[in-house]
């Protein structure tokens, strides 16, 4: 079983909370606007990182990861970048991808909206985490947390915090 923490939109702004709210998360998962390559390097320094680079991250960020990742752990395909939608209103380069590569969960960020949603006509599920920042118009910070067991995506916990 793999324990994963889920955010993004962090825009350079890391929550304390992260580390106790991940702190038995086997890894962290960052959808992109991270805002820093700071952001970028206490997250790993804390857990292993995966992540992808949003529309507002530098030409550091940009070095660090790319604008897609595709990868499996445990029996579970996972597909995430920052802007690609969501069920029935995908950016069209991004359905085509969902269409080529079949991936169990499709995460993206931007948005700012938490959303989990299943995808029956791609039988995936969707997971937006909302924005773990502190700028922007969003009035609460939110962050994901679930586990992987081999096929099977289960115990999903949000953390929700409204912003000062």
């Known amino acids: 079983m793999t324990k994963i923490g889920l955010l993004s939109d962090t825009h350079g702004w890391l929550n304390p909370a992260v580390f106790e709210f991940f702190k038995d998360c086997d890894e962290i998962w960052h959808a992109g606007d991270i805002g820093s390559a700071d952001?970028?390097?206490a997250l790993s320094a804390f857990k292993p990182l995966r992540a992808v680079?949003?529309?507002i991250d530098d030409y550091k960020v940009r070095r660090m990861f790319d604008?897609?990742?595709?990868?499996?752990?445990?029996k579970v395909v996972v597909m995430m970048t920052h802007i690609g939608g969501y069920p029935n209103h995908y950016e069209p380069e991004i359905e085509k991808l969902i269409i080529e590569e079949k991936p169990?969960?499709?995460?993206?960020?931007?948005?700012?909206?938490l959303k989990v949603m299943n995808d029956k006509h791609y039988k995936l599920l969707h997971i937006n985490p909302g924005?773990?920042?502190?700028?922007?118009?969003?009035?609460?910070i939110t962050m994901v947390?679930?586990?992987i067991d081999g096929r099977e995506i289960k115990n999903m916990d949000l953390?929700?915090?409204?912003?000062?």
């Not at 953390?159 to 000062?164: C, G, H, L, S, W």
């Open 145 to 147: 947390r679930f586990q």
């Open 104 to 113: 169990d969960i499709f995460i993206s960020g931007h948005s700012h909206i």
């Open 159 to 164: 953390y929700e915090k409204t912003r000062n």
């Open 39 to 41: 952001v970028a390097d």
């Open 67 to 74: 604008w897609i990742n595709i990868f499996a752990v445990e």
């Open 53 to 55: 680079y949003g529309n």
């Open 131 to 140: 924005a773990a920042g502190n700028s922007g118009f969003h009035k609460v």
